[in-house]
């Protein structure tokens, strides 16, 4: 084990989009951070930008979390390894399964939407619970969307999952009342990424706050004297 930095974020989503402006901004804030997404180059990105926004080197962990669901597990003990403690979570990966009927979804397209954006969740909060519990000041922050609480023609695949996500999410915050740690989400709100791209084709994302826009409100919800818990955050309400 090395000396221990003063925060260690573990970062999910990290390649690219909200997730990789959220490991750029807290690493410029000093934050050791540890990056998981599918591919090793979007990785090596961010971590490039990290260390040019002056931030330490990160850790990176290429990992499906829908193929290799099952090495979540060992993310939470390997960073205690390395680090000696874990205090902050992002999780802001996510899928964009298609957008179809209810009646159409294909076995294949849920197990998909289900194992990304809500079964991962799951994953992450057993492994992350005990360290974050005994940080000082643990901090989880996970990105969500209004069509968890906004039932759309076509987005059912998607909202369901994101619903049963939010779920988890105040059911863990109620758990851990009281206590040191601090579990919140936040929405950002229609966000110039691909995955909003790929949801509205005909939008222009020219019009839209890009994501370094709405890192530092959700870099924020990180720090130690934030003291909201079991709360829904618009990102973008926070930087007016």
Known sequence: ???????????????????????????????????????QGGLEETDDAIRAAGGPAATLFPLDLQKRAADIDMLGPSIVARFGR??????????????????????????????????????LIRTCDPPLRAAPAGRAVVLTDAMAATPTPYWGLYGAAKAGMEYLIRSWAAETAGGALCVNLVDPGAVATRLRGNAFPGQDPAVLPGPADVAPAIAALCEAAETRHGALILAQASTH
């Open 86 to 123: 874990l205090d902050i979570l992002v999780h802001a990966a996510g899928v964009l399964p298609k957008l179809t009927p209810v009646a159409h979804i294909e076995p294949r397209d849920m197990d998909e939407s289900l194992a990304v954006n809500m079964a991962a969740c799951w994953r």
């Open 1 to 39: 084990m090395t000396d221990s930095p003063a925060r260690v974020a573990l970062i999910t989503g990290a390649s690219r989009g909200i997730g990789a402006a959220v490991a750029v901004e807290l690493g410029r804030r000093g934050v050791q951070c540890v990056l998981v997404a599918r591919t």
